[in-house]
């Protein structure tokens, strides 16, 4: 069995991790709603395999221990340009043909599968195609993401949520567009 990725000094730095389980890695990659620090565990929800031998894995505690951070998990993508976490970190690449994934719209769309979207990330990864983001992207994504709404999964880890209240996710990404509402306006 691995052991985990993450480290858990002030547990809002997790909300919205992409996370694996590393007992169940049929799962596939899921994201950190919120957590419990007493239990030293958080939610997990959004799942790629949510349901395994008719057992539903969203929204249960899960011990730190048993997650690691995501790897080659795809976000979303900006024009041709796509954006995946990896050992918690942001990586882009920009999107290039190979058999079977002739476009960006066949990578992103609903007939690629995870898998086939980890094994291409990995692949051009390993092949030096990702870059880590530079500020000044990370900001240009977090405009992008205040105009349109996309990208949401890639917030957590551009704004890290420094609060040491307990919180959730849902009102974490709320608190930020209200924040970033008020100074654009």
Do not use: K
């Amino acid at each position: 069995m691995q052991n985990s990725t993450i480290s858990t000094r002030n547990p809002n730095q997790m909300l919205g991790l992409w996370v694996e389980d590393v007992t169940y890695p049929a799962l596939g990659v899921g994201q950190v709603q919120s957590y419990d620090a007493h239990r030293h565990s958080c939610i997990v929800e959004r799942w790629q395999n949510p349901v395994i031998n008719h057992l539903s894995f969203n929204g249960i505690l899960y011990p730190y221990h048993r997650l690691q951070h995501a790897r080659y998990h795809y976000v979303g993508r900006h024009g041709n340009t796509l954006y995946y976490v990896h050992h918690g970190t942001v990586w882009r690449m920009d999107f290039e043909p190979t058999p079977g994934i002739w476009s960006v719209a066949d990578f992103a769309g609903a007939g690629t599968s995870f898998y086939e979207r980890r094994a291409y990330t990995e692949a051009m990864h390993l092949e030096g195609g990702g870059d880590e983001l530079t500020h000044d992207e990370a900001e240009m994504l977090i405009s992008y993401w205040q105009y349109s709404g996309e990208l949401e999964g890639l917030i957590p880890y551009l704004i890290p949520c420094e609060h040491h209240e307990r919180s959730s996710l849902g009102q974490y990404l709320s608190e930020l567009r209200q924040t970033y509402a008020m100074v654009v306006a």
